[in-house]
């Protein structure tokens, strides 16, 4: 954290005033302030200016490593130092007076300067939700949609959307995810819309849908497949597995779809061979049938069924030869 922080000028305070911290502050928060920092800093994007486009990493892991010129560009350096500045003095500054007060401050700080680190000051957020979020590391996700949202106001093929409904459910997910832990995954179900799209299904049927399924594939050596957890926040970074199609900074807008509908989720592979994170998915949507002839045959029954797409894999996983037992 220090290392991430230190501006040159600020490093010695701040070192002395973490280990002061460190006697009362739980290691939790301070991994929080870590997490936000490194996601803030070392890897982050200046997409207020830069925008989004085809030109950003295509795989998670390099947005890990932090060596794409995305990173490296003027504009994403230049708010990197403000970011360190300002991370570093809002540290200095809840840790300082009573040391009693220290982990109050250090948590709500936290809340303020993830907001604005993605560029939603104004939305309304909690500590456990913040937390959450910054271990799945929507620090470029979020900042992505919500700095990016004049280049999502045309489809690929250049037909207009409204941009009020974009900011709308920009923001509506903003929320849902800072909320508190599980917040996310409960607005995609409850929210007017997400209603809508599970209407008909009993409420086991809907139970089950809801349900992160998993299945490990011992045949396959050890492969599984599954529907991310619960918290479903690895929706943000299931479409930088293959395609490249789109993803939250570029052709953002075809990412809403799986971010805000009920009935759309994704399917995930993991391979032992691969720990770092998911390294294949094919989208997976619930649709509804309705009872019409088709192309003469006999009528369709109208009701639920499921649609499996195609089967994408990681770019550089597939580079280190995985995916032939996918």
């Known amino acids: 954290l220090v290392a991430l922080l230190d501006d040159g000028r600020s490093g010695d305070v701040l070192l002395l005033r973490l280990a002061q911290a460190s006697r009362c502050v739980s290691p ?36 890990r490593l932090g060596d794409h010129p995305s990173f490296q560009s003027g504009p994403s350096q230049r708010r990197a130092a403000m970011s360190r500045t300002r991370l570093c003095q809002a540290i200095l500054t809840a ?53 990016g949202q004049p280049h999502m106001h045309k489809t690929h093929a250049g037909q207009p959307i409204p941009p009020e409904r974009v900011a709308q459910a920009v923001r509506s997910l903003t929320e849902a995810v800072s909320s508190k832990p599980g917040g996310f995954a409960q607005w995609r179900y409850s ?51 293959g395609g490249p199609s789109h993803g939250f ?44 002839e088709y192309g003469g045959r006999e009528p369709v029954a109208s009701g639920p069924r499921l649609w499996l797409e195609a089967l994408h894999g990681d770019f550089d996983a597939v580079k280190k030869g995985l995916g032939n037992r996918w």
């Open 28 to 63: 939790a928060l301070l991994e929080g302030w870590a997490a936000l920092a490194d996601q803030s800093i070392r890897v982050g994007i200046d997409y207020r200016s830069l925008g989004l486009g085809w030109s950003h990493p295509v795989t998670r892991m390099q947005y």
């Open 95 to 147: 840790c300082s007076g009573d040391p009693s007060e220290w982990s109050n401050r250090l948590e709500a700080g936290l809340v303020v300067e993830f907001l604005q680190e993605i560029g939603a000051p104004q939305v309304k957020a909690t500590p456990p939700g913040v937390a959450r979020a910054l271990r799945a590391e929507l620090v470029q996700p979020l900042r992505a949609l919500n700095e």
């Open 191 to 241: 929210n007017p819309v997400g209603q809508e799209q599970l209407r008909g299904l009993t409420p086991k049927q809907v139970q089950t849908w809801r349900e992160p399924t998993c299945v490990s594939h011992h045949s396959l050596g050890g492969l599984m497949t599954h529907e991310d957890d619960e918290s479903e926040l690895g929706f943000f970074w299931a479409t930088k597995i």
């Open 249 to 292: 900074d570029f052709e953002a807008q075809c990412l809403l779809p799986l971010l805000c509908n009920a009935r759309h989720k994704v399917v995930l592979v993991n391979d032992p061979e691969w720990p770092d994170y998911p390294c294949g998915r094919c989208h997976w949507r619930l649709l509804w049938a309705a009872s019409e």
